[in-house]
């Protein structure tokens, strides 16, 4: 069984920046592709960005490339977010997950319990 666990949301004005972090135990992190996911109100969740075991491969979602990017650190069993220039129209609960599949966008088998942000204008 893999744990995820997710940290560093809250409450920030339009324009700011968080990282938020994803602690992952119980089996060896680097068998998994992390991903993350984020689900506003009213709306279906949504793909944000993946990366490979090692880290050498990234995929980001076209809503948030250049502005958001993700990264591990394998020695820490973490998966980060960097998220710049915040607009409210990313207020949402965001996931990390597990897959043993090759960077995708679907189909992760493990999920962590969300960390809300909140971007106000």
């Known amino acids: 069984q893999v744990h995820l666990v997710e940290s560093g949301g809250g409450l920030v004005q339009t324009g700011s920046s968080l990282r938020l972090s994803c602690a992952v135990s119980?089996?060896?992190?680097?068998?998994?592709?992390m991903g993350w996911f984020r689900q506003a109100p009213g709306k279906e969740r949504e793909f944000l960005a993946a990366i490979s075991w090692n880290g050498g491969s990234t995929k980001h979602a076209d809503s948030v490339k250049g502005r958001f990017t993700i990264s591990r650190d394998n020695a820490k069993n973490t998966v980060y977010l960097e998220m710049n220039n915040l607009k409210p129209e990313d207020t949402a609960v965001y996931y990390c997950?597990?897959?043993?599949?090759?960077?995708?966008?679907?189909?992760?088998?493990?999920w962590g319990q969300g960390t809300r942000v909140t971007v106000s204008s």
């Open positions: 119980g089996r060896t992190f680097t068998t998994y592709t």
């Open positions: 997950a597990a897959t043993i599949d090759r960077l995708a966008r679907t189909g992760y088998e493990y």
